[in-house]
Nanobody, 118 residues
């Protein structure tokens, strides 16, 4: 299973970005899909999670501004980020909990840079 993240970039405070992360490969079933972020000098923290049934959860710092969604047919998870703040600047990573051959695995994407600056 490979995860490919895209959609990062430079945006002004108050702006929006939409991140995508697509899982590819064969013989797997995706359960939860999640977004994390890591700012320079800080640990990687969870931003938002979504189960296979669409239940979501968010970090307090992004509630009301970010929305996670997924397209199960495309094995893709999205993160719509609105009202962006400079403190949202980080490398954003997606991960996916997958079942392969009856076993559970956790896969990570390569990360995409989000910079919020005027």
């Amino acid at each position: 299973v490979q995860l490919q993240a895209s959609g990062g970039g430079l945006v002004q405070p108050g702006g929006s970005l939409r991140l995508s992360c697509a899982a590819s490969g064969s013989g797997f079933t995706i359960n939860a899909m999640n977004w994390y972020r890591q700012a320079p000098g800080k640990q990687r923290d969870v931003v938002a999670t979504i189960t296979s049934r669409g239940s979501t959860n968010y970090a307090d710092s992004v509630k009301g501004r970010f929305t996670i969604s997924r397209d199960n047919a495309k094995n893709t998870v999205y993160l719509q980020m609105n009202s962006l703040k400079p403190e949202d600047t980080a490398v954003y990573y997606c991960n996916a909990e997958a079942i392969v051959g009856g076993l559970f695995y956790l896969y990570w994407g390569q990360g995409t840079q989000v910079t919020v600056s005027s």
